[in-house]
């Protein structure tokens, strides 16, 4: 059990954190923000707020003992956003960019924080 919750913790912590990072330049979009997300992939800027601030909310989800049903939501919740921007990024390019893979370091302590929430649930 002890090795199933640091595993745990140590994944929900980094998905959590690097999910809260890439929400922080949304919530009140900044310059870069905006070149990215609006003028590149022609989000409409309220969307950019909008995801930023759900992003933030599921992060924080995540890391709240307890609360089931609900982390099973921003779990979800996450997980979509991570999808759609590689859609958004192949959708736009034509092409699938290697760079794209970085974001399997963000999508690796997700799956594993998922995989060892149901576990820890199921002891």
């Known amino acids: 059990m002890k090795k199933t919750k640091t595993i745990y913790w140590i994944a929900t912590i980094l998905f ?3 999910m809260i990072f890439s929400a922080v330049g949304g919530i009140k979009p900044n310059e870069e923000t905006i070149k ?3 003028e590149g992939l022609g989000y409409p800027i309220y969307f950019i707020q909008f995801i930023s601030i759900a992003k933030l909310i599921g992060s924080i989800a995540i890391l709240i003992p307890g609360l089931y049903r609900i982390k099973e939501w921003a779990y979800a919740g996450l997980f979509f ?16 960019d290697p760079m794209m893979l970085t974001l399997l ?8 924080s998922y995989i060892y929430f149901h576990k820890l649930k199921a002891e």
């Open 16 to 18: 959590a954190g690097l």
């Open 36 to 38: 990215i997300l609006h």
């Open 81 to 96: 956003d991570l999808a759609g921007a590689v859609y958004s990024g192949v959708a736009i390019s034509g092409a699938f």
């Open 105 to 112: 370091a963000w999508i690796v302590p997700g799956i594993v």
